[in-house]
Each structure stands twice: as C-alpha cells, then as structure tokens.
C-alpha cells in the first residue's frame, strides 16, 4: 500500500445510503480522514454491485486503507464487496461487531444498512473500525485461507 493512502478511506453507498454516507463523510473528515467518495449522491435508484466493485478496486490498487461500503440493508453491497478475494466486507449492526471484524477477521471494509441502522450507530462502529488493530496470531492462518480458499 502506498504510503500515501494511510489515511484515506474509501466510502460508497447506492441510493439506500445516501444520507448515512453524507453523516459519515462528515465525522470522517472532522476526524482527520482524507475521503475518497465514490458515490452515489442521489437518491434515485442505483446498483449496488457498481460500487461495492468501484470501492474494492480502490483498495486493491492502494488508493485508500479501508473502505465504508452502506446499501438499504447492507446485505447485497457487502456481498458484492466479498467477490474480491483481497476484501474483507464485515456488516455490522454493533460496536461489538466493528471490534472483532477487525481484531479476528483483519475486515477492510465496514458495510452498513442505511434502513437498518441508525448514524449514530454506524459513527460509533466506524470508529471503532477505524482504530482497532488486527490481533494476528491464531487468526493469521484464518484470514490467510480466505485468500486461498483451496489450501488446507
């Protein structure tokens, strides 16, 4: 990763997320975060899969270090996300959640459902997200194999 994209964070939504994304976008850059916005800004509809593919090759190419991903129900955009091997799309409802994606499961990117969960929430877990380092250890094997699905 360049050394540059330490401090960017990726963030897309499709037309369910717009208004969490504005919220986020605010508490990222008060924060300090350079955003790399990839849309949409619009309410009308859109597909999802268009930006969860956009903010995954954002990652894989270095342009930013974690990616914020929100969809009506956050389900369909993290699992689009998830087709990218090097892409780790946790959905998460709680603080709980943001913590151990990150600390067992080295997530990359945070999904959020934008008719499912309230901006407060999804500010608490995107900090949470944002400041929770990777244990390693045991769960290094764990995540090496979800880049190879094939090794034993």
Known sequence: MPQNSIKIVAIACDHGGVEMKSALVEMLSKDGYEILDLGTNQTTSVDY??????????LID?????GVLICGSGIGISIAA??????RAALIHDALGAKLCREHNNANVI???GRTLGIETARDCLSIFLNTEFEGGRH????????NPHST
């Open 111 to 113: 999904a959020f459902g």
């Open 82 to 87: 998830n087709r990218f091997p090097q892409i």
């Open 140 to 147: 290094e094997r764990r995540v090496a194999k979800l880049l």
């Open 62 to 66: 270095g342009k930013a270090f974690r």
């Open 49 to 58: 899969p268009d930006y969860a593919n956009e903010l995954s090759r954002a």
